[in-house]
């Protein structure tokens, strides 16, 4: 059934990629994006992709009469909310806006969807809650344990949400804790276009690969990993993307709050990653070793069954096809969304 989607943070990374899933099948989309981390370029170019436009609302989650706006000008049956900050490093130094936005913004949210009677949410969590554990592969039974404040906001806001759905029974939530996303959308078209300097560790590779950057920093070789360098389940940004579309086929099975891990279930280092990365660009990646980042943990790799026992669901893109699809974005646009550098 096609269904009307406001998506926050529409212009993201995996926001962009998620609107061109939803519209490429029926459904209708309104982005709702601050600009904060990304740009309306990234709009302009899923509209193209998917053949026709989408209503777009340059808004703060935490305007409450924006958002008010927004939700009376449409009928809306779902919300996919990725509008946050999202970088772990970043946190550590400025946790207070961290928590302002991540928190601030989903609360706003919810009680904006109360008012307008939306029930149905699928909600952007991430697989740094489960912090630092001995345990690799995490499953959504293991405790969470948040080494950073980024991560502290997506455990408060799934447990937020749980205390919502008690509240409100008539919700259906779905937080889908997605592990590492990286790539791009195979046309080239959209990508990750961070504003500054990135933070993660793909497209700063990417910008080190088209000269915007001197070496990558390669935070800490002494880790308990194969290589010393930290392990992560990366995955294609187009599979979290149909995660979140099959996700909203199934948000009516069940009231309540459902947490899902969207990963792969193997692990990359960080030199591994540049290899394949490296060989996508045909040359070498240039990097410096580092002392290790404050609220790193050495590996984080999701046990991927609980949903596809549920819905069926895996991915199917390896990461010699995100590395690829990565460098193709790069590639096309050196200097992302922007004519100039933003570096
Ligand atoms: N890393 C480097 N150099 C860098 C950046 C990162 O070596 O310049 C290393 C990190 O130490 C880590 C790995 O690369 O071992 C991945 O780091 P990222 O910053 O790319 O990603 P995180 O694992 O910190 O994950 C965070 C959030 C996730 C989110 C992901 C992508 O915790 O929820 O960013 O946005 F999915």
Same mark, same amino acid.
């Given at each position: 059934m096609p269904q009307t989607v406001l998506v926050t943070g529409g212009a993201g990374f995996i926001g962009s990629h998620t609107c061109v899933e939803l519209l490429k099948h029926g459904h209708e989309v309104i982005v709702v994006d601050n600009f904060s981390n990304s740009s309306p370029g990234a709009v302009e170019a899923v509209q193209k992709l998917a053949g026709r436009p989408l209503p777009l609302h340059e808004a703060d989650l935490r305007d409450r009469a924006a958002l008010d706006a927004i939700f009376a000008e449409h009928e809306i049956d779902a919300v996919i909310h990725f509008a946050a900050k999202k970088a772990v490093g970043e946190s550590m130094k400025i946790p207070l806006e961290y928590f302002d936005t991540n928190i601030g913004g989903t609360i706003a949210l919810l009680r904006a969807m109360n008012d307008h009677g939306v029930r149905r949410l699928v909600f952007s969590s991430?697989?740094?809650? !489960?912090? @630092?554990?001995?345990?690799?592969?995490?499953? @959504? =039974?293991d405790p969470a344990a948040p080494t950073n404040p980024y991560a502290r906001t997506k455990h408060i806001c799934e447990q937020l949400l749980g205390d919502a759905c008690a509240r409100y029974p008539e919700l259906s939530v779905i937080a889908l804790r997605y592990f590492n996303p990286i790539g791009a959308h195979p046309s080239g078209e959209i990508g990750e276009d961070p504003n500054g300097v990135p933070n993660n560790v793909l497209p700063y590779m990417a910008q080190v690969a088209v000269g915007r950057l001197a070496e990558l920093p390669v935070?800490? =070789? +002494? !880790?308990?990993?194969p290589d010393g360098t930290g392990v992560r389940d990366y995955i294609h940004v187009v599979d979290v993307a149909d995660g979140h579309r099959v996700a909203l086929d199934h948000l +009516? +099975? @069940?009231?309540g709050l459902r947490v899902f891990n969207l990963g792969t279930g193997s692990g990359a280092s960080v030199l591994e990653l540049m290899a394949e990365f490296a060989s996508a660009v045909g040359a070498p990646i240039p990097y410096r070793v580092e002392a290790r980042r404050p609220g790193d943990v050495p590996a984080l790799i999701a046990d991927a069954g609980r949903v596809e026992r549920a819905w069926g669901w895996r991915t199917t893109r390896d990461l010699a096809a995100m590395c690829a699809d990565a460098w193709h974005f790069q590639r096309l646009h050196p200097t992302g969304y922007s004519a100039s550098p933003t570096v």
């Amino acid at each position: 059934m096609p269904q009307t989607v406001l998506v926050t943070g529409g212009a993201g990374f995996i926001g962009s990629h998620t609107c061109v899933e939803l519209l490429k099948h029926g459904h209708e989309v309104i982005v709702v994006d601050n600009f904060s981390n990304s740009s309306p370029g990234a709009v302009e170019a899923v509209q193209k992709l998917a053949g026709r436009p989408l209503p777009l609302h340059e808004a703060d989650l935490r305007d409450r009469a924006a958002l008010d706006a927004i939700f009376a000008e449409h009928e809306i049956d779902a919300v996919i909310h990725f509008a946050a900050k999202k970088a772990v490093g970043e946190s550590m130094k400025i946790p207070l806006e961290y928590f302002d936005t991540n928190i601030g913004g989903t609360i706003a949210l919810l009680r904006a969807m109360n008012d307008h009677g939306v029930r149905r949410l699928v909600f952007s969590s991430s697989c740094s809650v !489960y912090g @630092e554990t001995p345990k690799v592969p995490l499953n @959504e =039974d293991d405790p969470a344990a948040p080494t950073n404040p980024y991560a502290r906001t997506k455990h408060i806001c799934e447990q937020l949400l749980g205390d919502a759905c008690a509240r409100y029974p008539e919700l259906s939530v779905i937080a889908l804790r997605y592990f590492n996303p990286i790539g791009a959308h195979p046309s080239g078209e959209i990508g990750e276009d961070p504003n500054g300097v990135p933070n993660n560790v793909l497209p700063y590779m990417a910008q080190v690969a088209v000269g915007r950057l001197a070496e990558l920093p390669v935070f800490g =070789d +002494d !880790y308990p990993t194969p290589d010393g360098t930290g392990v992560r389940d990366y995955i294609h940004v187009v599979d979290v993307a149909d995660g979140h579309r099959v996700a909203l086929d199934h948000l +009516d +099975d @069940e009231r309540g709050l459902r947490v899902f891990n969207l990963g792969t279930g193997s692990g990359a280092s960080v030199l591994e990653l540049m290899a394949e990365f490296a060989s996508a660009v045909g040359a070498p990646i240039p990097y410096r070793v580092e002392a290790r980042r404050p609220g790193d943990v050495p590996a984080l790799i999701a046990d991927a069954g609980r949903v596809e026992r549920a819905w069926g669901w895996r991915t199917t893109r390896d990461l010699a096809a995100m590395c690829a699809d990565a460098w193709h974005f790069q590639r096309l646009h050196p200097t992302g969304y922007s004519a100039s550098p933003t570096v």
